[in-house]
């Protein structure tokens, strides 16, 4: 079982910059690869960012609307994973969720990830 809780969502304008952290309980965290997602009032749930592990190390995945801007990383001594947003832009607002799997190739669906936090508001304006 792991348990996760998101924080450092807020407030901030347009071009701003937020980081996200997701702590996470559970001895084998360095295992899991770790998901970032958001929701925007009246939409569905949408894959933001990937952290999963290899034998060669690690990879990272970004949808294309964070591509360049947002920076998933994660330490695996704390058992914490975070979200770096830049360039922050009114529609990047949502809430975000933080998700864990341990099975699974598809990082980028959201039915694979059998863990969650209760998520984090991020509201950007303009």
């Known amino acids: 079982q792991v348990q996760l809780v998101e924080s450092g969502g807020g407030l901030v304008q347009a071009g701003g910059s937020l980081r996200l952290s997701c702590a996470a309980s559970?001895?084998?965290?360095?295992?899991?690869?770790m998901g970032w997602f958001r929701q925007a009032p009246g939409k569905e749930r949408v894959f933001v960012a990937a952290?999963?592990?290899?034998?060669?190390?690690?990879?990272?995945y970004y949808a294309d609307s964070v591509k360049g801007r947002f920076t998933i990383s994660r330490d695996n001594a704390k058992n914490t994973v975070y979200l770096q947003m830049n360039s922050l832009k009114p529609e990047d607002t949502a809430v975000y969720y933080c998700?864990?799997?341990?099975?699974?190739?598809?990082?980028?669906?959201?039915?694979?990830?059998?863990?969650w936090g209760q998520g984090t508001q991020v509201t950007v304006s303009s």
């Open positions: 998700a864990a799997k341990d099975s699974g190739i598809y990082y980028w669906s959201r039915n694979e990830y059998a863990y």
């Open positions: 559970g001895r084998t965290f360095s295992t899991y690869t």
């Open positions: 952290s999963r592990i290899t034998w060669s190390g690690g990879n990272t």
